[in-house]
């Protein structure tokens, strides 16, 4: 059994900041990229930002520059800092792994239930 559980998220003003969490346990022999998505109401998910197991990062456009995704391999976490917040930031943000389980020594792909970040004044 594996879970991904997120954790950081609230109520923030127009230019703030917060600091997203998200740490898997379970049956895990490695894990490979992980990465942040959020789903705004009537709105399909999106890939906010994704690291993988050797650093490299990618971004959304709409984040460059403000938000900042890292991982600790010895806890299982990967963190997601969210500064200069705008009010279309506002989601529920998911995060999720692609690990491989020790198992079976299947690579799956694992989410998280998500946590809310809402930027209003």
């Known amino acids: 059994q594996v879970q991904l559980v997120e954790s950081g998220g609230g109520l923030v003003q127009p230019g703030g900041s917060l600091r997203l969490s998200c740490a898997a346990s379970?049956?895990?022999?490695?894990?490979?990229?992980m990465g942040w998505y959020r789903q705004a109401p009537g709105e399909q998910r999106e890939l906010v930002a994704s690291i993988t197991s050797l650093g490299n990062t990618n971004y959304a456009d709409s984040v460059k520059g403000r938000f900042t995704i890292s991982r600790d391999d010895a806890k299982n976490t990967v963190y997601l800092q969210m500064n200069s917040l705008k009010p279309g930031d506002t989601a529920t943000y998911y995060c999720?792994?692609?690990?491989?389980?020790?198992?079976?020594?299947?690579?799956?792909?694992?989410w998280g239930k998500g946590t809310m970040v809402t930027v209003s004044s």
């Open positions: 999720n792994a692609d690990l491989m389980r020790c198992t079976d020594f299947e690579v799956v792909t694992y």
């Open positions: 379970g049956s895990i022999y490695t894990i490979y990229t």
